[in-house]
Structures are given as C-alpha cells and as structure tokens.
C-alpha cells in the first residue's frame, strides 16, 4: 500500500507494509513465518496459536500471540490472516475472517466440500474482500515452464501425460487426524490436491474423469490412488500414496507432445525433441529459503507469498492461482 502524506512544503509517498495475522504454528504457519521475514512489504504482526509450543514459537521470533481470533480482531491492526490450521478448521475461520471484513491467504485444501468453498468466495465478494490459495506447486518454476510450453506450443499438441506423487504415510505427524477423511479429505485432498491443482491450471478442466484406490483393509484410509482425467485429445494419468512403506519421496511427471516429451523427475527438468539435443531447463530459484519440513530449501513459499501480498495491495485477485480453478479442483475431488 502507499500512504500519501501531506507537509506544507511538497507530497510524498510511504511505503505501508501489510500487516499480516498466522493462525497456526506448526510446520507450514513456521514455512510462512519464514519467508515473510524475506518479503520487504509485509510484517508479520501476530500469530493464534492454543499450544505452549507455539508460545515459545512466538515469543523466540519476537511476535506477539494470542490465543483466539477474538483477541486479535478486538485488539490488532492487520491487513490479512494466513491460515496455516489443519484443513478441518479453514471454514470456520476464514468465514469467522470474512465476517470481519478480513482478506485471507488459506493454505491447501482451502475446505473440504464444494459449497463451503462457493460460500466464502460469495462473501468475500460482498464484503470486498480477497481470498488467496496457497496452492504453491503453480509457482515452482517447472510447473511454469510447462505452462508455458503447452499454451506456446513449441513442441505442438500434447498427446498424453502422467503426475506422480508417492509417499510413505507421514508417520511425522503428531496428531491422527489426517486419518479421518472429515477432516483431511486424505490422499485425494492432502496429497493429489498439488497434482490436480496443476493439471487444472495448465490443461483445463478435464471432460470426463475415474478413480481406483486400494490399500490394507480395516486402518479407515485408502493407501494408493490412480487417477484417471479424459481431455479431448488426449488422457492424463495421476498417482499419488501413503504407502505403509518408508520409501522416499518421489514428485515427478512426464508430457508427451507430438515433437518431444518433457520430463521432471524432481530435480530436473529436461525437454527431449525428435530432431535435436536435449534441453536442460534452468529450474534454480532466485532465493532458496529452508523449509523445516520435509522439502529442500526453496523459493516457491516466497514466491507464493509474494505473489498475494502484491496482489492485495493492489487490490485484486491473484492472476496465478484462480478462484474459479479452485473451485474445479474442489468439485472434481467432492465426487471421488
């Protein structure tokens, strides 16, 4: 934001960070809290949490908490809250938000069923207010060179596709409920959710789509899942697993075009043409910033949270992660 200030001598203008409100302090509020300390236009000027952990959390990053919205709404001047809960709490909160006249930036899934999702969308329309997705594989560099390549062409018309993302069930969680599909969706909202959300985003929605999932009976999840997702002239395949089985990580996709077949195998990404020599692609961020999860150092939260806090201040939507495909994405996976 910039603040015109007034002297009898001449104008001129101040920068005004936007202020912004944590609800949350487990791994991914901590991801954010560090990459707000890299972005020069937002402040970071208190944090919800119920936790003694999250006290400590606070107080070792010099931020003040509290521990309910109420307080922050009666007693803190901010711009934003950032919703960095477990999925099963982002309605209540972000319409408790909303209801305040509060902009959001919501981690993924934003809710677990369609019509709560068009619900808080309408409100922040009638309350002129902005919701933002951080569904952050749209802003890892891959994804967009991939965006970009199907929407130029280079390599003509994609023919087929496939998105894997395997897992061993994160044994690292403390609590159980991302067990409870009332409140994590599991793999399909938790995991695919990335996948999904990218093919959406490069692709379109798709005409027609099936699901097969399997797994151990009696433990009240499904294990693995194959996706299946029909275009007009062409079918993309997608994975993604908790497998009962400490095997490593494994992000990756190919797409097969007409004149070459690109390929991210989770460090790199490379383009194999028909006629002529491969094609390293140059995936480095710009600012690598450590995670504390199970992911390398990396730029995308930065980008991600960059991306929202200008967009906020110019008073708009993200032009990276729209609402509409939200809403897409939510609807497809509703119907598994």
């Known amino acids: 934001m910039l603040k015109l200030l007034k002297s009898k001598y001449a104008f001129r203008w101040e920068v005004e960070m936007v202020k912004v409100v944590v609800v949350g302090t487990g791994g991914m509020a901590n991801v954010h809290l560090d990459n707000y300390a890299y972005i020069k236009n937002a402040k970071v000027v208190g944090v919800v949490t119920h936790s003694k952990i999250g006290e400590e959390t606070a107080n070792l990053r010099k931020i003040d908490f509290y521990t309910s919205l109420d307080d922050v709404f009666s007693s803190v001047d901010f711009d934003l809250i950032d919703i960095c809960t477990p999925t099963f709490t982002h309605y209540e909160i972000a319409k408790k938000a909303l209801l305040q006249n509060k902009s959001i930036i919501c981690e993924k899934p934003f809710t677990l069923k369609l019509d709560n999702a068009k619900e808080l969308f309408e409100l922040a329309k009638q309350r002129s207010c902005f919701i ?44 159980d409920w991302l067990k409870d599909k009332n409140k994590s969706g599991q793999v399909a909202f938790d995991l695919h959710i990335h996948d999904l959300d990218l093919i959406v985003s490069i692709f379109g929605e798709p005409k027609d789509y099936n699901i097969y999932k399997n797994g151990r009976e009696n433990i009240g999840y499904s294990e693995f899942y194959r996706f299946t997702y029909k275009y007009d002239k062409f079918q993309i395949v997608a994975q993604a697993s908790w497998y009962n089985s400490k095997i490593p990580f494994n992000n990756s996709w190919r797409v097969v075009f007409e004149t070459a077949v690109m390929i991210f195998d989770g460090k790199e990404l490379i383009a194999y043409p028909a006629n002529k020599e491969k094609i390293v692609y140059d995936i480095k961020d710009e600012i690598l910033i450590p995670t504390a999860i199970n992911l390398p150092p990396t730029g995308w939260f930065y980008n991600e949270l960059s991306d929202f806090i200008n967009s906020f201040e110019n008073k708009k939507n993200s032009n990276v992660v729209l609402n509409e495909e939200v809403l897409s994405v939510l609807k497809i996976l509703n119907s598994f």
Not at 141 to 155: D, M, T, Y
């Open 132 to 175: 933002y997705i951080a569904q952050v594989v749209r802003f890892a560099k891959e994804s967009k060179i991939l965006k970009r390549v199907v929407e130029e062409g280079p390599f003509g018309k994609v023919l087929d596709a496939e998105f894997l993302r395997l897992s061993s069930y994160p044994f690292w969680i403390k609590s």
